[in-house]
């Protein structure tokens, strides 16, 4: 069993950055590989990156590559999702989410956290 716990969203202007912070409790977490999610409104629930479980390989969506960085600390349980340039488009609740696979799936994830607000203003 794995808990998820996001934190870091918040307003911010388009330009800005942000830096969401994803804390897994459970001994665990190292054999995951963990992804970032998010759903802007109305809309579905869509990848944004992947981490492998040693931290090696990443993996992004289009829509973020260049822009936001995936890292992982497993001594602290913590997965992170560094953003800037950050876009109005990018308004959502993100998500993490852990899974025994690297996936851009999210049918391929176990645990998910409960979401953190980011919301960019024009």
């Known amino acids: 069993q794995v808990q998820l716990v996001e934190s870091g969203g918040g307003l911010v202007q388009a330009g800005g950055s942000l830096r969401l912070s994803c804390a897994a409790s459970?001994?665990?977490?190292?054999?995951?590989?963990m992804g970032w999610f998010r759903q802007g409104p109305g809309k579905e629930r869509e990848f944004v990156a992947v981490i492998s479980r040693s931290g090696d390989h990443t993996y992004y969506a289009d829509s973020v590559k260049g822009r936001f960085t995936i890292s992982r600390d497993n001594h602290k349980n913590t997965v992170y999702l560094q953003m800037i340039s950050l876009k109005p488009e990018d308004t959502a609740v993100y998500y993490c989410a852990a899974s025994p696979i690297g996936s851009r799936r999210r049918y391929d994830y176990e645990y998910w956290g409960q979401g953190t607000q980011v919301t960019v203003s024009s």
């Open positions: 459970g001994r665990t977490f190292s054999t995951y590989a």
